[in-house]
């Protein structure tokens, strides 16, 4: 991956260095077509895509293999991974938490209504974009490289791709292969892992190895939130990672369950909002008064007021 400039702004370039020319054309040119065909605040825009054969000598062999190049937009404040470095149980941090939960049940929204399901979601694959809101950024959904989309009137696909396992469902790990159905549930399964991750500020399943997370989650471990952390926040979290996929909540009722805790004034959203546009205003004058820009890229700059 690298960072560019496109028609004289920054993007990224993503180059896709593919072994079997016959595979990777499918699958590469998939992944830089569906992310080129989708266009939502929440989601990383792709601006263009092209695939080409490249021929090189090795060892004396003649090998060929297909490059993919995506362009797409600049996500500057990095991926959500580094974010979840704190707790966010209770006031303003929760409020915040909620808020990009929420931008990222957005995003699925608008591909699940495309028949699109994104098959890997993690905190590595949601990246912020800085903007002007009270939280300084937005989070939007990218890499499509495990996504599927779900033909006619299907509700799944038998799989035996494999995602991330700490934010895979228990039916991906079923020994009976055809129960592991890549479903729009799995992406509100992930989503529930993350919620948990920005809210505890904490890794899932941390020390355990990958075999054994796959052994805990298919035996039926389950991840809580804090008892300190209020009950609805609590109660959509289980909703969202029910072992049973028949009893695991809709998104569109996860959408609506987030913006309901999300107005709650008890959660003091707009308190938060206007202590965050206080704090800017401090921070620039205190800029200001040092003599630095206030068009100054904010994250450039640490200050302790």
Known sequence: VYLSLWGGAPVVVKIIKGVSLDDQRVEESFEASLSASIAHPNVVQTYKHSTRMKQVNELGVQNRY?????VQEWCDRGALRPFCNKPRIDGCALHEAIEMTMEIALALAYLHDRGIIHGDLTPNNVLLKSNTSAKGVLCK???FGLARVLEGEDQGIVTESMGTVTHMPPELFSVDTHER???????????GIIMHEVIVGQMPFVGHSAPQVVVKIATGARLELPTRCR?????????CTHKKVQERANLDEVVRLLGAIHRD????????HLQESARKLIQKAAWRSVGIPTDCYPSSISMTL
């Open 141 to 143: 959904v990218g890499d």
């Open 66 to 70: 297909l490059e993919t190049w995506i």
């Open 265 to 272: 004034p008890s959660l003091g959203g707009g308190l938060c």
């Open 181 to 191: 159905v890549l479903s729009s549930k799995v992406d509100v399964y992930a989503l």
């Open 231 to 239: 009950e609805d926040v609590a109660e959509l979290f289980r909703a």
